[in-house]
């Protein structure tokens, strides 16, 4: 599962690293980007030129009767992408990436260590990012909606949304959670993810793998992270 990440690069910043035409909207860093917040995502239009756009991070199918859909799906499995009917079509037409700059995972407690008001050992934060320091491409779908109850001069009566495709953990990840997302580790593996006319389901398979174990580090940070209204470059400080 990824819940949380951060999102700290502009979108020149984020435009130059993957080639792409950046958006005119500005969202801000964010240390604690939570589901339903704007994100950036990178996508390819049919010449395969690539520009960089905003997404409402939950994926709101076409078909759905409201928004409140997409907080169940913040995440979409790997395995069963070609399967499920939400996202069979997308994994074939609507593909993008989506640079993060690290995420937050959270691991069991134990039975020395902090506990909840239950009682029970609580989950401690870590944070998840490249050891060069260089952004994640993390593997994404995206839709379009229409918001029936907006007017039709309405701004937000098109609503663009994505959802993160996770994969299986690799062994640096394992000990923390069983799943992470599919990071894309190269320009080529991007550009094969993005083109449009890629329609093999089984070649863009087996671009979702667990990213090499030596890829990522991790280190535990704040609880303070547990908190979506905490957003500041501190969350990410190791403790």
């Known amino acids: 599962m ?6 700290s690069s502009t979108p020149e ?3 130059a ?3 792409a035409t950046a958006t005119e909207a500005v969202l801000g860093p964010n240390f604690n980007v939570a589901p339903t917040h704007d994100v950036y995502g990178v996508v390819a239009d049919a010449e395969r030129s690539r520009r960089v756009d905003v997404f409402h991070w939950g994926l709101i199918p076409s078909w759905a009767k409201d928004r409140k859909v997409g907080y169940k799906m913040i995440n979409a499995r790997a395995e069963t992408l070609a399967e499920k009917p939400a996202f069979k079509k997308l994994f074939a037409t609507r593909r993008c990436v989506i640079p993060m700059d690290g995420f937050y995972e959270w691991m069991p407690g134990t039975a020395d260590g902090p506990r909840t008001k239950a009682g029970k050992p609580a989950k401690r934060p870590v944070f998840v990012r490249r050891v060069d320091g260089e952004p994640l491409a993390v593997a994404g779908l995206w839709a379009v909606w229409k918001d029936p109850e907006a007017g039709p001069d309405a701004d937000d009566r098109w609503l663009h949304s994505a959802t993160v495709v996770t994969t299986s953990a690799n062994t640096t990840m394992a000990p923390v959670h069983d799943r992470m997302p599919a990071i894309l580790t190269d320009d080529a593996a991007w550009d094969v993810w993005l083109d449009p006319a890629m329609g093999d389901l089984d070649e863009l398979g087996m671009l979702l793998v667990p990213a090499p174990a030596e890829l990522i580090t991790l280190h535990e940070v704040s609880t303070e992270v547990n908190d979506v209204r905490n957003r500041g470059a501190h969350l990410v400080e190791p403790i």
């Open 2 to 7: 990824c819940g949380r990440f951060v999102s």
């Open 17 to 19: 690293y993957f080639d």
């Open 13 to 15: 910043q984020i435009g």
